[in-house]
Structures are given as C-alpha cells and as structure tokens.
C-alpha cells in the first residue's frame, strides 16, 4: 500500500496510479497533517482508492472506462443472537462468502452498513451501492432525511467501493433529497431509486423472466434489477439465474443483477427455549442460513457467475484434451489464474476405491471479454479414467470453481463393477408361491408379484428388504398390467411384463433378470408424454430406519430441472436429515433430486446398491416436506415429487419462487418436451439392484 502525504508532495503530479477495481482492490493511504509554527495540530489517517464511475446514457456503467455488469447479491446487518448489531467478524465472513460466490457487488439493503464492511468492501474487492434507509410509503419527511442523507454521505463519500448512492427503496423516496448526493460528493456518483427508472437506470424488482426481461431490453434504458429472484426457502436464487444471466449477457444495455438476498434472518427467540425464528415467510430468503449454512444455490450461482466459463462437453475417446475457455473477467487475463486438474477411476463404488492422477494445465492467454481454447496435456492412459475435475484458481489462489466431465458413461463404469456378479456363481431355484415369483440365489429370495411383475421386497438372512412396488410409470394417467411371464434362460430367471393404459396403448414395458448371485437386473422401456414435469420409474420404500446414504452422482446437494449448475460429479456420503430449507439448516438437505446417477447405496437394516447403466438418469431420493409457516397460496417452492419415495427418472420439475410458478423463470423453467425423441419417442433405462 501506497501513502499519500499532503506534505512535501503535489498529490495531483502522482504518476503510476494504480486503479482501484472488484478485481485488483488497489488502495493508498491519505495522511492530511494540520500544523501551525508550534506544532502539528491533527493528523487524519484514511485508505482510499482512484477509480472512476460513469454511467453512459442508453449505454451501460462504466467502471475505469469498462462496462461493467454487476453479479451482486442484498445483504442486511443481522446475526441471530445480536440482531442488526453485528460482530466484526461476521462483516467480514459475509464479504468473504459474497466474494467467494463470484459476485462482485453488494446492495446495502436498506440503510448504511457498519463502516467496517465497507473497509472490507475496499479492501477486498466488491462495488457497493450505500442507500438512504426508507422503505416504500411514507419516505422520509425532508427535515429528518436531509440529516440523514447528509451524514450517510459524509461517513462514507471516501470509500472506493461505493460506486451508488440510493435514495430509499422501493418508492420511499423523498425527491427533495435527490440534490444534496452530489452536493456533497466530489465525484457525483450515480443515484439510485430502486425498482424505479431514475438517471436512465431501470432498477425494477422481481420481473419475470418472458413477460419481464425481454420487454426490458426492447427499450432503451440501462437495465440493473437491484432486487431479482427473491429465495424463499429453496427456490429462487441459483433457480432460473443462468437463464437470466444468458439473456442479460447478450444485451448491451444489461448492467447486471442483485439477487434477493443473502442470508436467513432468523433471531435467537430466548423467549421460546431458544429457537430461531424467520418471523414466517418475512424473513427466510438467504442464499445462507442464520448461521451462514450454504444452501444449494450458493454453489449454482458460483457457477454460474465464474469469471472463467468452461464450455459443457462430452467428452469421446477422440478427444484431444482441447476445452473452449471464455474470460469473463473486466481488467483480468486468463493467463493470471491457475488451472489443474485430476482424473479418477473408479474400481469399487461401495466401498469408494479409485486410481488417480492429477496434473497442472499452463493458463491460456485470453484477454478480458475474450474467447480461447485450454489445452490439456492428456497422459497416454487418460481414456482409462471415469471422471475429470478441472479447477481454476484465481491470481490470490482462491478457486473460482471445480468442473467434473464425464469421461466414461455409467454402463462402462457399471460394466466393471459388476462384472464378478454377471457370472454363473451357485444355484438358482423357483420356490412354490401362488401370488409370487419366488427366486431363491445365493445371497437371498426374490419376491416379485406374479400378477403384475412388481418387485416385492429380497429376503436375505430372514430379514425382508421393502423395495416394493416398482417398478411404477410416473403418470398422471391410469394403467392396468396386461401380461406377465417368466423363462429360465440358461442360469438366469427373465420375468417380462407389459402395462398399457386403460385405452389400451402401451404404457411401458419391463424385464427383470435375476442373476445367480442375486444381483437382479431391470430393463425398462416406456414413451413418456409431451410437455411433462416429471418421467421415469418409481418404487416405494419405508422412510424409518433410514440412517443416510452414498451417492456417486452430482452432488452434494440437491437439483431441480432449473438449477443443475453448481454440484459435482462425485462419491457424496450423505446423512440422513428431514431439513425444511428455511426452516431448519441441516444442510445438505438429504431428500430430493440428484442428477446424474452412477449408483446409490442406501444404509438402513437391509442396506442394498442400485447401479445405473444409462446416461443423464436422476435419482429422487425421498420427498421433502411441504413448508408450513405460511399459506400454501404464496408458495411456489415446493416443487412436485413423484408418488414413490424411491425413483430413476429423465425429468424432473422446476423450483419457482416466493413470487411466481417456475415456469415464468425461463427456458430451463418449463416442461419437458419428448416430442420427436429418438424418432420413436421411446426411452429406455438399465439398473442393477444388489442386496
């Protein structure tokens, strides 16, 4: 850090000023001495930064000459056991999560901070807007908001990181006020009216995403929402961002986005034993909790907002280790971060055992704003390996995020696996039964309803395991079983069943396989319907006596159809938890969706493994509770769930938010289409159960 001395100096001959930015937060320190022929009278000590602000009429928000797009997020001053005061520590964690997250702007909502965070602010790197506290009717009257204005304005007019002054929220303006921010203020920052259009800046709040976001950008006025997809519980947020952030990317006029907001606010009630309290719906919409537990969205928007985007890919034994690159840093090469990376094998999946190798990646030179292609120097046995993980680090070794490729499809790694259980191993018997098929191997009996070809539960060592019921089509639609047979083949036991709806088209058709070992193989086909939230198989499974479950798929948190971002590939072990996200913060929340399925084990008294051969299956992993603080009318978070609590299905819904469904948050938002599909319309699904 660089002093400035009002003595002996001409502060404005400077030369060599290094600018101040969210990227690289340079600040100097401005010493101002007061003395008379006796003596120093008073000296002033303050860290400052040169940076310059302008907005550019139907143009975009300049920072140092560059037009900025602002990935920010609303945070208030609040802890649970302090309330609005807030420890030091906590200012500083709080920026230290918004950093991390990729963002690189704050909105003070809705009253000044403690001077301490915005010390961090310059400090670390984050632009702010610093509002006036008024909220929606009455504002302010002119005589207290003239007070107020004028000294929010002169605490905090030194800090490089306030790059806005805002003049209330949502409608508690005071227009009287509007003159005395730049009176006071030498560099005349930008005001603010947020969720209105003030200085050719429209800050409107929570539009939707097809009747909202494309109207916006059919004027001609800057578009920064400074407050978007309000995050009650676990919808909003990470859900539908990338839709918005891809829209916004590709307007000119877009300056960014803050989203709705940062942590829970729940108190400490000593008044009830202690719990914490989010006053209902009021106040749980953070993308942390009270405490600053990560929920699922925290990852996505890290995503999503990286500086450094690597292209989605599907990688071949063809490749040649190239992946695109797109810098979207504002004053940053690429060539300043550090890539690596490190591939694994999987051997064994439950136990998790692996080969790996692991490797650094020389940075590609790509400028800010600029495309380019990183090169990966492959080892020669790299097709032998089941998943690459790729990370970036940023120039102060902070990572921007880790991305995982697939390398080899879950029929190759299932393949491997199961090979030992595929082959002829003891004997295998048909027990009498009038209602069953009764299966009897080496590792136990399987039941399956001879009526309607419905697993019935495994019996092994006299205990029964409940998978029941499935495999089920996941419809809305009626259908009735309409043949079931079994064969022996060889050593092997094949039970074909058909369904078709009460119309009598074919609904889906499957085969069980049972293996001498136990190992029991379902292949299933089915044509799902057009314009679909949810497709796939379901069974049913007791809830009780569950005690967790390992996963080797995207993870560790949960997805839905409009927010895949954020999770990796990977063996997750997850302990069994009932988390209501807002309501209580046991995270990562066990229940739900996962995507991308190689296998699941499910620890419980009968613990069992299902393995999946086929791409781009999701996991349901039980059902989530409904939220109950507040009435169902305004909830739009909690997403359907098919009626089994066990499925593998190939679409799932979306998330909406406290406002509006999730289809009004775009593309990714909607149903599915199977329209077309595979010319036939059909799909097809491969798992492996072993008890």
């Keep these: 850090m660089t002093r400035l001395s009002s003595v002996g100096s001409d502060i404005s001959a400077i030369v060599n000023v290094l600018p101040w930015s969210a990227e690289h937060p340079n600040l100097y320190e401005a010493r101002i001495i007061v003395r008379n022929n006796k003596g ?6 303050e860290k400052i930064g040169f940076r310059t602000i302008e907005v550019k009429e139907r143009d975009g928000i300049y920072v140092n000459g560059k037009r900025i797009m602002f990935k920010g997020v609303n945070r208030h001053c609040f802890w649970p056991t302090t309330g609005r005061t807030v ?6 964690d709080d920026a230290l999560k918004i950093k991390d997250m990729n963002m690189n702007a704050v909105r003070m909502s809705h009253y000044p901070p403690d001077k301490y965070f915005l010390e961090i602010c310059d400090s670390l790197g984050l632009y702010v807007i610093d509002e006036l506290c008024a909220w929606q009717q009455p504002p302010y009257d002119t005589q207290v908001g003239t007070i107020l204005a004028r000294e929010m304005v002169k605490r905090d007019v030194n800090h490089p990181s306030i790059i806005f002054w805002s003049n209330g929220n949502e409608g508690g303006f005071n227009y009287d006020l509007d003159p005395i921010f730049p009176a006071l ?5 930008p005001l603010l009216h947020p969720w209105g259009l003030y200085g050719g800046i429209n800050t409107v709040h929570y539009i939707h995403y097809n009747s909202g976001i494309k109207n916006m950008f059919n004027g001609r006025d800057i578009f920064m929402p400074t407050e978007l997809l309000h995050g009650l519980y676990d919808g909003g947020h990470g859900a539908g961002l990338d839709d918005y952030w891809n829209a916004m990317l590709l307007n000119p006029l877009s300056a960014g986005l803050f989203l709705w907001d940062f942590a829970d606010q729940g108190i400490v009630r000593t008044d009830l034993d202690g719990i914490l309290d989010t006053d209902k719906d009021h106040a749980a919409d953070g993308i942390v909790g009270p405490y600053r537990e990560k929920e699922g969205s925290y990852y996505t928007i890290k995503e999503i907002w990286s500086p450094i985007q ?8 063809t490749w040649d280790g190239t992946l695109n690159v797109e810098n979207r840093y504002d004053f940053t090469n690429a060539n300043q971060c550090r890539f690596c990376y490190k591939m694994i094998r999987v051997n064994s999946m439950f136990p998790f055992q692996v080969d790996s190798i692991s490797g650094i990646i020389s940075a590609p030179d790509v400028a800010p704003g600029a495309k380019g292609q990183l090169k990966l120097d492959l080892p020669r046995e790299w097709q032998e390996y089941d998943i690459l993980y790729l990370s970036v680090e940023d120039f102060q070794s902070h990572e921007l995020f880790t991305w995982s490729f697939e390398l080899h499809s879950p029929e190759i790694v299932a393949d491997r696996i199961l090979t030992d259980c595929k082959q002829s191993v003891g004997q295998i018997e048909l027990l009498p039964s009038d209602t069953h098929y009764l299966i009897k191997t080496v590792r136990g009996t399987i039941w399956i309803d001879n009526k309607n070809g419905l697993l019935d539960g495994v019996e092994i060592s006299g205990k029964k395991c409940p998978l029941t019921k499935g495999p089920l089509l996941i419809t809305n639609h009626e259908f009735v079983c309409k043949d079931v047979r079994l064969e022996m083949k060889g050593k092997e036991v094949k039970i074909y069943v058909e369904y078709a709806y009460s119309n009598g088209k074919r609904a889906y058709e499957f085969v069980w396989t049972v293996f001498q070992s136990g190992l029991l193989q379902l292949d299933y086909t089915y044509r799902p319907g057009n314009e679909v939230e949810m497709a796939g198989i379901t069974f049913d499974f007791p809830e009780n006596g569950i005690a967790g479950a390992e996963l080797l798929a995207k993870g560790p948190y949960r997805v839905y159809n409009n927010r895949m971002k954020g999770g990796r590939l990977g063996l997750w072990s997850k302990t069994y938890n009932n988390t209501l996200t807002g309501e209580s913060w046991d995270y990562p929340e066990f229940k739900g969706y996962y995507a991308l399925l190689y296998g699941v084990k499910l620890n419980c008294e009968t613990p069992f493994e ?3 051969s086929t791409e781009d299956i999701t996991l349901h992993l039980f059902t989530p509770g409904i939220q109950q603080k507040y009435p169902a009318s305004k909830n739009y978070t909690n997403p359907r769930y098919p009626k089994g609590n066990i499925s593998f299905m190939d679409a799932i ?3 909406g938010t406290k406002f509006s469904k999730a289809e009004n948050y775009g593309p990714q ?10 010319g036939l319309n059909d799909l097809k699904g491969q798992l492996f159960f072993r008890f």
């Design 40 to 45: 120093v009278l008073y000296v002033a000590e």
């Design 87 to 92: 420890p030091r520590q906590v200012n500083l």
């Design 185 to 189: 203020d030498l560099q005349k920052r």
């Design 310 to 317: 690597l292209e989605k890919k599907y990688i071949t034994s």
């Design 610 to 612: 299902v393995y999946s």
């Design 653 to 655: 819904p979306s998330v």
């Design 669 to 678: 938002s909607q149903k599915h289409s199977f329209k077309g599909y595979s």
